[in-house]
């Protein structure tokens, strides 16, 4: 069982950065893969970005690449997503997601995922 809790969303302005961040709480947090989906409203939830569970493969939507950067200190079983150029597209309720022993061709979906956050939302104002 893991338990996440994500942080750091809020409002701000177009080209601007902000930091989210999902504590986690569990056993084997450092054997999860993790990943950051965003749900717009009146949209459907779509991946962002994950990370394998030694933090040395990452993996991205063509949407965010170049602008965001997921990061994972298993020290402090944490989950980070640097999102820079902020764009208003941008703008969904974020959430972290974790499983052990991912499958690949699940890497973008919500069903790869055995656990959820509650999300934080982020807003980008033009």
């Known amino acids: 069982q893991v338990q996440l809790v994500e942080s750091g969303g809020g409002l701000v302005q177009a080209g601007g950065s902000l930091r989210l961040s999902c504590a986690a709480s569990g056993r084997t947090f450092s054997t999860y893969v993790m990943g950051w989906f965003r749900q717009a409203p009146g949209k459907d939830r779509y991946f962002v970005a994950a990370?394998?569970?030694?933090?040395?493969?990452?993996y991205y939507a063509d949407s965010v690449k170049g602008r965001f950067t997921i990061s994972r200190d298993n020290a402090k079983n944490t989950v980070y997503l640097q999102m820079n150029s902020l764009k208003p597209e941008d703008t969904a309720v974020y959430y972290c997601?974790?499983?052990?022993?991912?499958?690949?061709?699940?890497?973008?979906?919500?069903?790869?995922?055995?656990?959820w956050g509650q999300g934080t939302p982020v807003t980008v104002s033009s």
């Open positions: 997601a974790a499983v052990e022993s991912l499958l690949m061709p699940l890497l973008s979906t919500q069903d790869g995922y055995d656990y």
């Open positions: 990370i394998s569970w030694s933090g040395g493969t990452t």
